[in-house]
């Protein structure tokens, strides 16, 4: 490598760390801002996927002014685990969202989407939840509840994954009690 090269080489890799660092910081402001419990700069990640789920779905399709988030493998590696009981591929409609995002949306303040900890589910093999009967909507709570079991052999009992159908457009999920963000989430 010529000496030419080396040095935009080098330039590429200080500015790369110099914006990580500016996004990383951006992101934890707005977490001291909306007076929640501000995460450790080393729990942002920049490629994190699971088994089945890309990095942009899990951290990028609701965050997509920012390449880093924050992403629980509990949470996710439970997701896999739903994906593979459910046999077909699951379209998530929310994944990670920063709080100033999470404020547009009009999530819940403390929601876990603001940890890397909850997603919506949209579609599950196919089939709309909005449009499943109640049959196909109690298969899909089973198959939860054997993900769950599963990660509660792995994980211990406190955890387990919770459920919200208030919105009929999709399925709320979300691992309770693994991470202690936010500091007063029970
Ligand atoms: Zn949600």
Not at 151 to 161: M, P, R, S, T
């Amino acid at each position: 490598m010529s000496t030419l090269y080396k040095s935009v080489f080098v330039l590429l890799v200080m500015c790369g760390s110099i914006i990580a660092s500016e996004q990383i910081d951006t992101l934890r402001d707005m977490y001291r801002d909306e007076g929640l419990k501000v995460p450790d700069r080393n729990h942002f990640t920049n490629g994190y996927s699971s088994k089945y789920f890309s990095s942009w779905e899990i951290g990028n399709r609701d965050n997509t002014d920012f390449t880093w988030y924050l992403a629980n493998g509990a949470f996710w590696w439970s997701m896999d685990n739903i994906r593979e009981a459910v046999g077909g591929q699951i379209v998530l409609n929310s994944t990670y969202r920063n709080p100033f995002h999470n404020n547009d949306e009009g999530g819940e303040d403390d929601s876990l989407h603001q940890y890397g900890n909850a997603a919506d589910a949209r579609k599950f093999n196919g089939v709309k939840w909005s449009e499943m009967n109640d049959a196909q909507k109690q298969k899909i709570r089973d198959h939860i509840q054997e993900a769950e079991i599963t990660l509660k052999a792995e994980y211990g009992d406190a955890y387990f994954l919770d459920i919200d159908e208030s919105d009929s457009r999709y399925l709320h999920i979300e691992l309770m009690n693994y991470c202690d963000y936010p500091d007063n989430y029970s």
